[in-house]
């Protein structure tokens, strides 16, 4: 399964949390290079009330080529991520997701009880690396500006916004009001559900997207075109393409009977430093 990928999937999904949509509403999406029309990924957004379901499909042909996808099902607290390609799947309950959270932040007191024992000079190289690895140990510093208003992204009028990490640049994104997308608040509470579902590792992970969504919350408006920064440059361009909504078929937020479950893997454990 193409974890990045998988990543991007549920920043989508997460970036949602603010915003409204009504059930039975379909959102399509593309990844570009910035100020390129060549596709590299295609996202499809289902949203149903308690149900959302994300499909993902890589147009190319080499590494990373091919077709993920994704249920979340807010009644029985249950995320499913699918490989079609292997026939397999990955599920993930809340208490999973539970356990995660507190492994994750078991090995962090145990790391910072390891460095408190080891000589300055190794704690100082120790740190750094971590810091390189993982980021900063506290959450970073999110911030949203308001930049532009009356900025056109295809058929919508948008506001552009930024969005700083720390100070830099990390986001650009231009939003649409919900009523000039036709989009109404049924399924708000589901996207709030899975807010909560990953609420656990959210508060353990200081590098990342999960982070973001709550600065995302001060965005006025549907985004209808999000630009990522890499380095202070732009390095990927997500729009939205098309929207409707129409009845969605049950079956979309079904596992399917064929695929074989894979087990999520193991945290490795925190080995033990040298004094």
Do not use: H
């Amino acid at each position: 399964m193409n974890i990045r990928v998988l990543q991007t999937g549920l920043w989508v999904l997460l970036s949602c949390i603010g915003w409204q949509a009504q059930a039975g509403t379909v959102i399509q999406q593309e990844q570009r290079d910035p100020g390129s029309d060549q596709v590299r990924f295609r996202v499809t957004l289902s949203v149903d009330a308690g149900k959302l379901r994300v499909e993902g499909e890589n147009p190319g042909s080499g590494p990373g080529s091919g077709k993920f996808a994704m249920i979340f099902d807010q009644a029985k607290q249950v995320l499913w991520m699918m490989d079609p390609g292997k026939g397999s799947y990955l599920e993930m309950t809340a208490a999973q997701v539970q356990g995660m959270g507190q492994q994750m932040q078991q090995m962090m007191q145990q790391m910072e009880a390891q460095l408190a024992q080891i000589p300055p000079e190794q704690r100082a190289m120790v740190e750094q690396m971590m810091k390189q690895q993982m980021g900063n140990s506290a959450p970073p510093q999110v911030t949203v500006r308001e930049k532009s208003r009356g900025e056109k992204v295809g058929q919508f009028v948008c506001t552009r916004y930024e969005v700083l990490t720390q100070g830099q640049v990390t986001e650009e994104i231009c939003a649409a009001p919900a009523a000039q997308l036709q989009l109404e608040a049924s399924a708000l509470e589901t996207f709030k559900a899975l807010a909560a579902f990953y609420e656990p590792l959210s508060r353990q992970v200081p590098k990342g997207g999960w982070s973001v969504s709550s600065a995302l919350r001060e965005i006025q408006g549907f985004p209808v075109r999000t630009v990522v920064y890499e380095g202070q440059k732009p390095a990927s361009e997500w729009v939205v393409v098309k929207i409707e909504t129409k009845p969605l078929d049950a079956g979309l937020f079904t596992l399917p009977a064929n695929l074989k479950k894979t087990e999520m893997p193991q945290m490795p454990q925190m080995p033990m430093m040298q004094r």
